[in-house]
């Protein structure tokens, strides 16, 4: 089981950016997906969050910039990054919760994509 998250590169401040991640392997089904940020020198932190049902979560710093979305179907979650500032730059995780039978059996557990850098210029 693996996410593989893309879509992240150099943007001037104000330019807008997709990160895609979609979950592979022997997934049953998946709960929460969402993505998480770690800025140089800080700690990971949640940017958004998106559960089975559709419900939203996000950092106040990115509300009405960020739209995090999912497809049920494909096992994707995408992160629509808008009127990005300087301070939005990080490397960027998506994470989910997912039921797999990676282990043979049923299990539950949190899995992280391999981070993408997005980087934003003043």
């Known amino acids: 089981v693996q996410l593989q998250a893309s879509g992240g590169g150099l943007v001037q401040a104000g330019g807008s950016l997709r990160l895609s991640c979609v979950a592979s392997?022997?997934?049953?089904?998946?709960?929460?997906m969402g993505w998480y940020r770690e800025p140089p020198g800080q700690e990971r932190e949640l940017v958004a969050a998106?559960?089975?049902?559709?419900?939203?979560n996000y950092a106040d710093s990115v509300k009405g910039r960020f739209i995090i979305s999912r497809d049920n179907a494909k096992n994707t979650v995408a992160l629509q990054m808008n009127s990005l500032k300087p301070g939005d730059t990080a490397v960027y995780y998506c994470?989910?919760?997912?039921?797999?039978?990676?282990?043979?059996?049923?299990?539950?557990?949190?899995?992280w994509g391999q981070g993408t850098q997005v980087t934003v210029s003043s």
């Open positions: 392997g022997s997934i049953l089904s998946t709960d929460h």
């Open positions: 994470n989910a919760g997912m039921s797999t039978t990676e282990r043979g059996k049923p299990s539950y557990g949190h899995y």
């Open positions: 998106v559960t089975s049902g559709g419900s939203t």
